[in-house]
């Protein structure tokens, strides 16, 4: 009655996996080549708010021209009622430096210090001078303005004249 | 000696290694590009002197409250989408024509052989300066950038290719006030229709002039600097320069 044949004791046959690596080197290349290597991942929260026309800042990672400025509210939050507590809402992260007290979060002359100690640092691998090193400034949507004022006042102390505003490039229309 | 068979070596486990790499490439890489507009702080300077006054025309105001709320030329604004309609009209209302009766910054017209006479004056008194012992080192860098501008003026013009070269008046400047409780959020919306504005202006005159478009000319000029796109963008910027004063919030 049947008409599919019962397929007797035949084992499946093998998938030949003789390619798998050639598939899994090619996706490798594809990320090396397409992704940028990731800074620290900042203690506080930033949501960035969008703009259009923004400049790529890739080239000047690529050059170590930049620097990056975290602004939002801390992500623990405990931490963050504590800080609210004493009237700071929002707070700076500087990449790699490791902060424990209220005045080292949001101490201006940590600003000063930080980027001068950053660019000491690179200083033989770029040809630039600090005022062209960008300090890109990464804020959360909800971040007072002043703050932001601050931070240029604080860098035109030490004649870092390059300051970047992040936003999310968004395609409007 | 005999012949051995070369045993053959066992790839099997090529595809964890290359997993294993690109595992590690997930994890420590991110896709998403970092974009900013970049703006320059002034040097700090420490002078008595009041700088001369601007005339309200070359300022093109935008104001906003510690609610968020905007004004632009003296004007209450609601959708802050519209921000760069202002600007655009800001640089163009005069353009083609000046008007002494609106409020709009003049543009001057300046003819080949007028740029090479300033060249010359600029290179004289470049060299004057250079000649005269104790100058201050300041000054002469300043005349220096002077001669430099013209030059930049006089390959403009012949890129233009028309008798005169259209020129905002050189006090003519965007300027952001702000105050200190002003949400980020709109701080980054203005500077993003700014951007937009003189992308807008720069594009379309980009069009008209060289037949493509502003992006395809900066994209070209990252990739190779050789050609001649550094002259194509210096006059763009000489058509519709962006300079932008953010003014530091005092409240």
Redesign the interface.
């Given at each position: 009655m049947s008409k599919f044949k019962k397929d007797g004791g035949k084992p499946a046959p093998g998938i030949n996996t003789s390619s798998l690596p050639d598939i899994v080197f090619m996706l490798l290349f594809f990320f090396m080549v397409a992704t940028t290597s990731k800074e620290t991942d900042p203690t506080v929260k930033v949501v960035k708010p969008t703009g259009v026309e923004a400049a790529d800042m890739t080239p000047y990672k690529q050059r170590s021209e930049i620097d990056f400025l975290y602004l939002g509210k801390p992500l623990n939050a405990a931490r963050a009622a504590r800080y609210r507590s004493i009237g700071m809402e929002y707070m700076l992260f500087m990449d790699n430096v490791v902060q424990s007290t209220p005045d080292d979060l949001y101490s201006t002359n940590a600003i000063r210090n930080w980027k001068s100690d950053k660019f000491e640092a690179k200083k033989s691998k770029i040809t630039k001078g600090i005022e062209s090193v960008i300090t890109c400034v990464k804020a959360d949507e909800g971040a007072p303005t002043g703050t932001i004022f601050d931070i240029r006042k604080e860098l035109q102390k030490i004649d870092a004249l390059s300051i970047a505003y992040a936003v999310d490039g968004e395609i409007k229309k | 000696m005999a012949k051995r068979d070369i045993p053959e070596v066992n790839?099997?486990s090529?595809?964890d290694?290359?997993?294993l790499?690109?595992i590690f490439?997930?994890v420590?890489?991110?896709?998403d590009?970092?974009?900013?507009?970049?703006?320059?702080?002034?040097?700090?300077i420490s002078t008595q002197d009041v700088p001369p006054p601007i005339e309200p025309r070359n300022i093109c105001a935008i104001k906003a409250n510690a609610q968020n709320q905007l004004m632009v030329r003296g004007e209450y604004m609601q959708n802050p989408d519209e921000i760069s309609e202002k600007i655009v009209e800001f640089y163009q209302k005069n353009e083609i024509k000046n008007d002494g009766l609106n409020s709009f910054p003049m543009y001057s017209k300046i003819s080949k052989k007028d740029i090479e006479i300033s060249l010359d004056q600029a290179i004289e008194q470049a060299e004057a300066v250079e000649n005269t012992p104790d100058a201050l080192a300041t000054i002469i860098e300043f005349k220096q950038r002077q001669v430099a501008e013209w030059e930049k003026k006089l390959t403009a013009i012949e890129m233009y290719g028309k008798e005169t070269l259209p020129e905002i008046h050189f006090q003519a400047h965007i300027r952001i006030e702000?105050?200190?409780?002003?949400?980020?959020?709109?701080?980054?919306?203005i500077?993003?229709e700014i951007?937009?504005a003189i992308?807008e202006l720069r594009n379309d005159s980009s069009m008209k002039i060289f037949g493509e478009s502003y992006k395809n000319i900066l994209s070209r000029y990252?990739m190779d600097e050789k050609l001649k796109d550094k002259e194509k963008i210096d006059l763009l910027k000489i058509l519709y320069p962006d300079r932008i004063i953010?003014v530091?919030?005092k409240v």
């Open positions: - | 790839a099997g090529m595809a290694i290359a997993f790499l690109l490439f997930l420590t890489t991110t896709m590009k970092d974009k900013a507009y970049v703006r320059n702080i002034p040097k700090l702000v105050m200190k409780a002003t949400k980020y959020e709109l701080f980054a919306k500077q993003s951007e937009e992308y990252s953010e530091t919030p």
